[in-house]
């Protein structure tokens, strides 16, 4: 096995054509599927499906480019950073479910490094691809929450994807809204208080699951609901709509505004599910960088956790 056959792979998996992946590591065809047969045979796995209409990885092959894509990475850094005149940026991810505390840490802790010596990334996206960004290395830490509901679920996948769950916090859920809602000033709100108000909820693409929502008792049959991608839509939504979201109510005025309130859920015999275990999670076994420590120490430092 080659760092070389390792390279060719990896681009035959990003073009998902043999012609294309050829054309841009400037070799013939011919020795570049030469090249994967004798990776294949050298392994005793089927790394690439071939069919008419491009090449597609196996499950095995899906499997083993991750750790193609580590040792390339870090042959990749390698050089880089010890090259003449090399050039090097550490790169560090964060990808959270829609969280504005997760962002606020992601700030602090940028703050403390020399930017123009690193690539930062911080991505709030579907939980979906939270899991898959990490799995992949894409992010070093994604940030999502757990409950009695998805917890069996989410750590069915979380297991299958080589990843760990870090619990930091447990809260109860809270109704998120505009501070002019009808409903603002109330101590708590239960859920029938809600019915004549449109629910707001992130999208999390097509055919996903319940157990990959971002809010609390995403079970209930809601008369109106509206799908967002994105926080600021959502805060839109609040005050052109007086939707309501239900959340951990842990919330970066600094980031949202002062604008909103969390009112304090009030839950009954038929939705006791409002207990949120917020955390974060990593590759299975992976040692933190210097950048993850310090993210994880922003968050704790946030959220009053020892």
Not at 136 to 165: C, H, P, Q, W
Not at 188 to 206: A, D, M, N, T, V
Request: with cysteine; glycine share 6%; proline share 2%.
């Amino acid at each position: 096995m080659t760092l070389t056959q390792l390279h060719y792979l990896i681009t035959i998996a990003e073009t998902k054509s043999l012609n294309k992946a050829a054309e841009l590591l400037y070799v013939s065809q011919p020795s570049l599927t030469n090249a994967m047969k004798e990776l294949e045979k050298e392994l005793g796995l089927v790394l690439l499906y071939r069919g008419g209409k491009g090449v597609a990885l196996t499950n095995d092959g899906a499997e083993f480019l991750l750790h193609a894509k580590e040792i390339y990475d870090q042959y990749e850094a390698v050089v880089q950073k010890y090259s003449k005149n090399g050039s090097y940026r550490k790169k560090f991810g964060v990808s959270t479910q829609h969280y504005s505390f997760a962002v606020k840490a992601f700030v602090d802790m940028a703050k403390e490094f020399d930017m123009s010596k690193y690539e930062f990334a911080i991505r709030e996206t579907e939980t979906r691809k939270v899991l898959s960004d990490v799995s992949t290395l894409r992010s070093e830490i994604g940030v999502l929450y757990l409950s009695d509901f998805n917890r069996k679920a989410m750590e069915k996948m979380m297991k299958t994807a080589s990843l760990e769950f870090h619990p930091l916090i447990s809260c109860g859920a809270y109704v998120y809204l505009w501070k002019q809602h009808p409903l603002a000033k109330e101590t708590s709100i239960r859920f029938e208080q809600l019915s004549g108000y449109p629910c707001l909820s992130f999208e999390q693409g097509e055919n996903s699951s319940f157990y990959f929502a971002e809010e609390i008792l995403s079970t209930n049959e809601y008369a109106q609901i509206i799908k967002a991608n994105d926080r600021a839509t959502m805060l839109n939504l609040m005050v052109g709509l007086n939707g309501y979201t239900l959340c951990s109510g842990i919330i970066c005025e600094e980031l949202n505004g002062s604008d909103y309130v969390a009112v304090p859920f009030e839950g009954d015999e038929e939705d006791q599910d409002s207990v949120m275990e917020i955390g974060y999670i990593t590759r299975k076994n992976m040692v933190l960088s210097e950048m993850g420590e310090t993210y994880i120490e922003a968050i704790k430092k946030y959220l009053n956790i020892e």
